[in-house]
């Protein structure tokens, strides 16, 4: 059982998007494991066994367990075998909250955020959450698992989050971790990083922090007013 199940498409999109905010809930305490579908291996830059060993040292800073399954880049589509994959690693972990890249992005061609293996695993998260709680699927070996929230992150330019974490603590290593994707420093003509540490400050904005990342639940959240006071 860990605490939190990420999913990320590629090597480094969950680092890329939110990964300070895991930092920050590993250093409070909580356990994580990181799922990431694919190896990258059609993207522009890296290798694929380059940019394994990147997503191996980059949660090793941060202190994250790893998980690599099978999936071809570019080739993440919604399916009910690929449904069945996911749900079977959310019963394997058993997580209590689960992240899961934003299911829907209606940006251009050359919005890096609307690449079609973001949304797609989505889409496969939402549909695999639900398959996991399942008694009744015959090809779903591990005991049933109903996994209390699913969180959106590497959200589309036009969705303003309903959760943001304070990361202005941990954007010194944040930046380490990010680095650690070597092969992908060369992105937004080798200014990546500071285009990331931009997304942050705009998130923190919105809440009044100096760096934040956003994040968007669907789900209803029960309200506590000790939160506010």
Not at 60 to 77: A, S, T, W, Y
Not at 86 to 113: E, M
Not at 188 to 212: E, H, T
Request: with cysteine; charged share 25%; net charge neutral.
């Amino acid at each position: 059982m860990v605490d939190i199940l990420v999913f990320g498409p590629h090597p480094d999109d969950a680092e890329f998007s939110m990964g300070a905010s895991l930092l920050k809930f590993i250093r409070e305490g909580r356990t994580a494991t990181l799922c990431v579908l694919t190896r990258g291996e059609s993207g522009t830059y890296g290798t694929p066994e380059a940019r394994e060993e990147e997503m191996k040292e980059a949660c090793r800073k941060m202190g994250v367990n790893l998980e690599m399954l099978q999936f071809k880049d570019c080739q993440i589509f919604d399916n009910f075998a690929n449904r069945l994959t996911l749900a079977g690693v959310i019963r394997k972990h058993c997580p209590r909250v689960i992240f899961a890249p934003y299911h829907t992005n209606h940006g251009s061609h050359l919005d890096g955020t609307a690449h079609p293996d973001h949304t797609a695993t989505g889409i496969l998260v939402r549909s695999a959450a639900r398959y996991a709680k399942f008694k009744g699927i015959a090809e779903l070996k591990q005991k049933p698992w109903p996994t209390r929230h699913l969180i959106y992150y590497m959200l589309p330019k036009s969705l303003k989050p309903n959760l943001v974490v304070d990361v202005s603590d941990y954007m010194t290593e944040w930046e380490e971790v990010a680095s650690s994707h070597q092969s992908q420093m060369q992105l937004r003509s080798g200014a990546v990083l500071k285009y990331l540490r931009d997304v942050r400050a705009m998130y923190g904005m919105f809440a009044g922090r100096q760096y934040a990342e956003g994040f968007f639940i669907e789900e209803p959240v029960v309200f506590d007013i000790d939160l506010f006071l």
